[in-house]
């Protein structure tokens, strides 16, 4: 495991963090609106450029930075005391941010808020040229339950988002596969659902007839809190006790699933991604398909007893570790198995790498 954790330990990006001035030359002045701001904001705004701009009133503040990708930008004051200014161009996509104002780190009133970076706190929409993948479109939708679940283990009532795919609530007795699919570090159950749109990549899918309808269930993968920077220690028993033992017979007693291991998968971002090929590893006869997304590979050894293991699917941003990924995936198909890969082109260890790799393994689930 020494060589995984090297590569894989948030779902924030890793960045030194450094300080950026604002005098850039030539800034396209076509900014628009980013799609996920409060209603009415006009700030943060994106260009096509995918700079990011921001502006905040705050007069009586001595300097205020835009924080984004590890790096900070300075804003600059009017004689208002209005604060603007933008950063350098970002990856397509959906990125966390914040700003600092005199040294304390807020987020930005302008922004809707997400559960990410271990607060919840601003997040800004860069266009993508295929956000269509996720787009609001006139199609038949899905619904996204809000559960509790008892977990006797925790001793607590504990939290699930159930996507059930469109037709499910009519009168049918129609039984689905289900996906297990697991957030990132420093984030929680509200992030495939929201930051992820998990839901909308599924309808889209389903409505063009790409994919097979099926159940996702989305839950906090931490039972232990562990500080940032200390994932190393972190003991993967508890949620797997969780996941198998309490999540997956509540949701089999509940919704309307095919409730055995050939219906059954499992896939997760950055931590999710080490949680499920860690549970996989540890419990091979609950699901059938694997799914890593910038979280590490699997090695023919570690599953060559694996029975009924259908598809092995590993991805990752172009600006992440490609080569590492191809070669695990032709290796594991040189030893027989079923494997896919997937690069998700100019993305690095963000948002947008993770709802393409969705897109790609939901239309190879269950087939």
């Known amino acids: 495991m020494k060589l995984f954790f090297r590569f894989f330990l948030f779902a924030i990006p890793i960045a030194t963090v450094l ?34 701009r921001t502006q905040i009133l705050a007069p009586d503040a001595n300097y205020v930075q835009l924080d984004i ?23 397509p996509g959906f990125h966390y941010y914040q700003l600092n104002i005199d040294g ?38 899905g619904q996204v339950h809000e559960i509790l679940f ?44 929201r930051q992820g749109r998990a839901n909308l990549i599924m309808d889209n899918l389903i409505a063009e007839g790409k994919a097979k309808p099926f159940i996702i269930v989305m ?30 017979p509540f949701v089999d007693a509940n919704f309307r699933t095919l409730a055995n291991q050939e219906n059954r998968a499992m896939a997760g971002l950055s931590m999710g991604g080490m949680e499920t090929k860690m549970i996989t590893l540890n419990r091979p006869d609950v699901f059938s398909y694997y ?18 293991l259908k598809l092995v699917f590993i991805s990752c941003g172009s600006k992440e570790h490609p080569d590492g990924v191809k070669n695990a995936v032709t290796n594991l198909q040189q030893a027989g198995f079923n494997a896919e890969s997937y690069i998700s082109e100019g993305t690095a260890h963000e948002f947008h790498t993770w709802r393409r790799s969705l897109h790609q393994l939901a239309q190879l689930l269950f087939k």
């Open 104 to 141: 304390a780190s807020v987020p930005d009133p302008g922004s809707m808020f997400f559960y990410g970076a271990c607060r919840y706190g601003s997040g800004v929409e860069v266009p993508a040229p295929d956000q269509d993948i996720f787009a609001l479109k006139e199609v038949s939708h």
């Open 69 to 91: 990708g590890g790096v900070k930008y300075d804003l600059t004051k009017d004689e208002n005391g209005l604060w603007t200014g933008e950063s350098a161009p970002q990856d």
């Open 291 to 308: 799914g890593l997304f910038s979280g590490g590979i699997y090695k023919p050894e570690e599953i060559e007893d694996h029975k009924n």
């Open 219 to 248: 839950t906090y993968g931490m039972t232990n809190d562990i500080e940032f920077g200390g994932l190393r220690n972190f003991d993967i028993k508890p949620f797997e006790t969780v996941l198998t033992d309490e999540l997956i």
């Open 150 to 193: 008892p977990s006797e283990s925790t001793n607590s009532q504990r939290r699930a988002f159930v996507y059930t795919p469109p037709g499910y609530d009519q009168e049918s007795p129609e039984q689905y596969p289900v996906l297990y699919l697991q957030h990132g570090y420093c984030e929680n159950e509200t992030s495939w659902p």
């Open 19 to 52: 300080c950026a001035s604002q005098s850039f030359a030539q800034v396209v002045e076509d900014f628009k609106p980013s799609s996920v701001n409060q209603p009415g904001s006009e700030f943060p705004q994106v260009n096509s450029e995918g700079r990011v």
